[in-house]
């Protein structure tokens, strides 16, 4: 990726980061359930809600941070994302763990913005073990 690159994705708005963030997390969250065979779609629904829930991102923040996950440039683009302005309000949860959530969802903005394949796929596939491992913590 050339330093120019770089900057531009810098300058996008942390928000436009996670929008992008959310719906690449979403997808791999979504293959992974339906190639374990989750092919009704109330059912797939209510499942993946585990995995992509506000809670559930901040949750894995939390882990990320404990088992010290992720790159300096992917804190970057946690924060810029946790400390963006959003116009859209938390309707199940604080407001707090909204935010953690759009950090979260701004990491996988980034680095689908930025081609970075093999570690969103990486990313992705912690998270799903993290879950499905009940590591979660109840509440951020």
Same mark, same amino acid.
């Given at each position: 990726m050339s330093e120019q690159t770089?900057?531009?994705?810098?300058? $996008?708005n942390g928000v436009v980061l996670a929008y992008m963030g959310d719906a690449a997390y979403e997808v791999?969250? *979504?293959?992974?359930?339906? #190639?374990?065979? $989750?092919?009704? =779609? !109330?059912?797939?629904?209510?499942? @993946?809600?585990?995995y992509v829930s506000a809670k559930a991102q901040a949750g894995l923040i939390s882990l990320m941070e404990q088992d010290g996950f992720w790159t300096e440039e992917e804190e970057y683009y946690f924060k810029? %994302? *946790?400390n963006a302005k959003s116009y859209t309000h938390a309707k199940n949860t604080s407001v707090m763990t909204y935010r953690i959530s759009t950090g979260f969802e701004a990491v996988f903005g980034y680095l689908t913005l930025s081609n970075q394949t093999?570690?969103?796929? #990486?990313? @992705?596939?912690?998270?799903? #073990?993290?879950?499905?491992? %009940? *590591? $979660? =913590? !109840? #509440?951020r």
């Open positions: 770089q900057q531009d994705y810098k300058q $996008l791999f969250i *979504r293959r992974h359930l339906i #190639e374990q065979g $989750l092919t009704r =779609p !109330n059912k797939l629904q209510h499942k @993946a809600t585990m810029r %994302g *946790r093999e570690r969103l796929a #990486e990313m @992705a596939q912690w998270c799903i #073990e993290q879950v499905e491992a %009940g *590591r $979660l =913590p !109840n #509440e």
